[in-house]
Structure formats: structure tokens, C-alpha cells
């Protein structure tokens, strides 16, 4: 009966962790659109483009999106929903822990917990790679400090 109680409050702890983690980032208290909000789009995102358009054309640039740049967020994409994997599993073996019965499903839960911490190095590791080499092949080069 105290395990279960104990099993209870654990659940009810990681609920209230999960539910502070992901409604904490809609409580924003950003400064309401300005007057001149007519002049760009509905939503920031647009506002932010249609600025940085508008200055692109004042200069003189041309706003098409290159091959890089589609490579790019495609491989961003890819490796954001490995870490995103590996990130649920981690959260699915700590609960596997939390109700484990016995101490092997409790050593199986932290060898799956290692595993997935394994992968996220992995994934981070590989992600480095990949953008430094993205960025010598296709010219994003790199700022230099004197």
C-alpha cells in the first residue's frame, strides 16, 4: 500500500513537472503590435519577413531561398525529431522506473535511460558535424575575431 502511494505521488509530481514545462511558454508577456502593424502582416513571423523583404529590396538583394538553405532546414528538421525521439524515450524510461516492481525492470529502465542519453550525444554530436560542414561547403564561412 505505501508503494502504491508512493507510485501515486511520483505520477502526480511528473504530471505537474509536464504540465509546468510545456505552459510556461505561452505565457508570454510580449509589448502589443505598434500603430504602424498595417504596413506588415497579421502574425510576427510575417512582420519579421516582410521587414527583412523590404530591406532586402531597399539594398538591393535578391529574397529566393537556395538549394542550401532548403538542405539545411530539411537536416535541422531531421535531427530536431531524433532529439525529440530520444527525449520521449528518456521520459518513457523514467517512467518504467518510477512503477518498476523489481529490481530488474529497474535496471532495464536505467540502462534505457543511458541509451537514450547516449543517442542525444550522438544526435548533438552529428548535428555539429553536419552544420560545420554545410557551412564550409556551401560558403556560410565563419566570423573571425581580431
Known sequence: ???????????????FC??????????VFAEPPGENQDSYSENSGGMTKS?????????????GTSVGDVVSAVINGFFALIGTIFLI????????????PGEEQVKRAKDQIKN??????VVIGAYAIVKFVLDA???GGGTYVS
Do not use: C, Q, R, T
Not at 2 to 15: A, G
Open 1 to 15: 500500500m505505501k508503494l502504491f502511494k508512493k507510485v501515486n505521488l511520483s505520477h502526480l509530481i511528473l504530471l
Open 18 to 27: 509536464l504540465i509546468f514545462i510545456f505552459l510556461v511558454p505561452f505565457f
Open 51 to 63: 521587414l527583412l523583404n523590404n530591406v532586402a529590396d531597399s539594398a538591393g538583394y535578391e529574397k
Open 89 to 100: 524515450y528518456i521520459f518513457y524510461s523514467g517512467y518504467l522506473w518510477i512503477g518498476a
Open 116 to 121: 537514450a542519453i547516449w543517442g542525444i550525444i
Open 137 to 139: 561547403l556551401l560558403g
